[in-house]
């Protein structure tokens, strides 16, 4: 070991502080993030009203919130992510959120299916430029020790803008319309943007990765280049401990979004509850639930690493098979009462996929290749999740009312029930990456 490098480690082992400011940054980015899915539990939650005036069937619904939404939102993340590891992050974020509140009031204007669907496309676009842009600043404002937590605080924009979307877009559909509520939240996005600009500042590449004794300004030279985007790409998808993140993330999310993009549909058609119900009870139950495992989730998975990496992916692994019960109670249910509650289970314990896997990433890559690296993880996951999901579901569902003449709520509930082999599916891929974690700390590759 050379004198460098023996003089930099005692320090590389100090715990680094973290500004005041820097908590400021992880807020704002989370208030930004709210939004970006506060629109899309705007559009679960009013998807039955907007059914019926459309007059739409569940695969058309499916297709619209799923698929053609999430491919245009992985392929522009991608070009985004790119992007971002060259230029202004912060700006990058502020024109995606200014572009997807806009085409959020449009839905609220929207009188055909062609007129939404391109609208939604809108929206994914703008919002392929929220999260990876977010994730590369947070970690250039906290050292890799800090970042479980940090980008676990700022994915609560997730439960946070569940919640509201579901709470806000269900009183506003039942005291004025459902177009109204999408032309007012598109609004207070716009000006959210313009209040990002004020309060976030751009950090330098890799300033968080120095030693303690190297000033900001000072960042390491490997965070000044610049690898190319072939390159990244590759380096992402042949690395099997990333790839394998990349799917449980994908399979973790495809039951998730299955869930999140019905669960309004399921509980008013199938379990009979009220619109203002919604408004009140499963808005509260996704803030709660899904807020208590988003943050815990970050917590406990920088507390267990330091045993061992593995829990990177043992932790997700063990909240999605404990989700299994819960949620098979959850479709069959007797009551909205019964099925709410056995819903907190899978919605507390499977988002802890998210921070676990950010970590994973941010911590594996250089950073100049941080925002492309978490748009490559972004395109795995939002293609098998978002895009699979809510199509399965409205695809399965139809089906089982034209084919096997069912009525609408007896095929949505069959349809929901077949997301549950996805379950076992999703504990399998999660326990080979924690393999692959372990074999990558055993060849030294991952500290």
Same mark, same amino acid.
Request: charged share 10%.
């Given at each position: 070991?050379?004198?460098?490098?023996?003089?930099?480690? %005692?320090?590389?082992?100090? %715990?680094?502080?973290?500004?005041?400011?820097?908590?400021?940054?992880?807020?704002?980015?989370?208030?930004?993030?709210? @939004?970006? @899915?506060?629109?899309?539990?705007?559009?679960?939650?009013?998807?039955?009203?907007?059914?019926?005036?459309?007059?739409?069937?569940?695969?058309?619904?499916?297709?619209?919130?799923?698929?053609?939404?999430?491919?245009?939102?992985?392929?522009?993340?991608v070009i985004v992510g790119f992007l971002a590891d060259r230029?202004?992050?912060?700006?990058?974020?502020?024109?995606?959120?200014?572009l997807w509140s806009l085409f959020t009031s449009l839905c609220? $204007?929207?009188?055909?299916?062609?007129?939404?669907?391109?609208?939604?496309?809108?929206?994914?676009?703008?919002?392929?430029?929220?999260? #990876?842009?977010?994730?590369?600043?947070?970690?250039?404002? @906290?050292?890799?020790?800090?970042?479980?937590?940090? &980008?676990?605080?700022?994915?609560?924009?997730?439960?946070?803008?569940?919640? &509201?979307?579901?709470?806000?877009?269900?009183?506003?559909?039942?005291?004025?319309?459902?177009?109204?509520?999408?032309?007012?939240?598109?609004?207070?996005?716009? $000006?959210?943007? @313009?209040?990002?600009?004020?309060?976030?500042?751009?950090?330098?590449?890799?300033?968080?990765?120095?030693?303690?004794?190297?000033?900001?300004?000072?960042?390491?030279?490997?965070?000044?280049?610049?690898?190319?985007?072939?390159?990244?790409?590759?380096?992402?998808?042949?690395?099997?401990?990333?790839?394998?993140?990349?799917?449980?993330?994908?399979?973790?999310?495809?039951?998730?979004?299955?869930?999140?993009?019905?669960?309004?549909?399921?509980?008013?058609?199938?379990?009979?509850?009220?619109?203002?119900?919604?408004?009140?009870?499963?808005?509260?139950?996704?803030?709660?639930?899904?807020?208590?495992?988003?943050?815990?989730?970050?917590?406990?998975?920088?507390? &267990?690493?330091?045993?061992?990496? $593995?829990?990177?992916?043992?932790?997700?692994?063990?909240?999605?098979?404990?989700?299994? %019960?819960?949620?098979?109670?959850?479709?069959?249910?007797?009551?909205?009462?019964?099925?709410?509650?056995?819903?907190?289970? #899978?919605?507390?314990?499977?988002?802890?996929?998210?921070? #676990?896997?950010?970590?994973?990433?941010?911590?594996?890559?250089?950073?100049?290749?941080?925002?492309?690296?978490?748009?490559?993880?972004?395109?795995?996951?939002?293609?098998?999740? &978002?895009?699979?999901?809510?199509?399965?579901?409205?695809?399965?569902?139809?089906?089982?009312?034209?084919?096997?003449?069912?009525?609408?709520?007896?095929?949505l509930q069959a349809a929901m029930f077949w997301v549950t %082999?996805?379950?076992?599916?999703?504990?399998?891929?999660?326990?080979?990456?924690?393999?692959? $974690?372990?074999?990558?700390?055993?060849?030294?590759?991952?500290?």
């Open positions: 070991m050379s004198t460098a490098t023996q003089a930099a480690a %005692p320090a590389a082992a100090v %715990p680094r502080p973290v500004s005041a400011y820097s908590w400021i940054v992880v807020a704002m980015l989370c208030f930004i993030y709210i @939004f970006n @899915f506060l629109d899309r539990q705007l559009m679960s939650t009013l998807q039955e009203f907007i059914k019926k005036d459309l007059n739409l069937t569940d695969e058309q619904l499916g297709l619209m919130t799923g698929l053609y939404f999430a491919l245009f939102y992985t392929g522009f993340g230029t202004s992050r912060v700006r990058i974020l502020f024109f995606g959120c200014f609220g $204007i929207s009188k055909t299916y062609p007129v939404m669907v391109t609208a939604r496309i809108g929206v994914g676009v703008g919002e392929a430029a929220g999260a #990876p842009p977010s994730y590369s600043i947070i970690s250039d404002y @906290f050292p890799a020790e800090k970042r479980g937590l940090a &980008l676990a605080v700022f994915s609560l924009g997730v439960p946070f803008g569940q919640a &509201l979307g579901a709470g806000f877009g269900a009183k506003i559909a039942e005291l004025y319309s459902w177009r109204m509520a999408f032309i007012g939240i598109g609004i207070i996005g716009i $000006i959210a943007s @313009f209040i990002l600009l004020l309060v976030v500042k751009e950090p330098k590449r890799g300033a968080a990765d120095a030693p303690l004794d190297t000033h900001m300004e000072e960042a390491p030279v490997e965070a000044l280049e610049r690898p190319g985007f072939i390159r990244t790409f590759i380096e992402f998808f042949t690395r099997p401990v990333l790839v394998l993140t990349a799917l449980g993330c994908g399979l973790t999310a495809l039951v998730g979004y299955a869930a999140l993009g019905w669960n309004v549909s399921f509980l008013t058609r199938v379990k009979h509850m009220a619109i203002g119900d919604i408004a009140l009870y499963y808005a509260m139950m996704i803030a709660v639930a899904m807020g208590l495992g988003t943050w815990l989730s970050g917590l406990i998975v920088d507390w &267990l690493v330091k045993r061992s990496k $593995i829990w990177y992916a043992m932790l997700p692994a063990i909240a999605v098979g404990l989700s299994i %019960p819960f949620y098979v109670g959850y479709v069959y249910a007797p009551t909205w009462q019964v099925a709410l509650a056995c819903l907190a289970g #899978p919605t507390f314990l499977t988002i802890m996929y998210l921070a #676990p896997a950010l970590a994973v990433v941010q911590n594996s890559v250089k950073p100049a290749q941080r925002t492309q690296a978490g748009a490559m993880l972004l395109m795995v996951l939002n293609l098998i999740g &978002l895009g699979g999901g809510p199509s399965l579901v409205g695809t399965l569902s139809t089906w089982f009312h034209e084919s096997k003449g069912m009525s609408d709520a007896a095929g %082999p996805f379950y076992a599916i999703t504990v399998v891929v999660l326990l080979l990456e924690a393999w692959a $974690i372990a074999k990558e700390v055993r060849s030294g590759r991952m500290a």
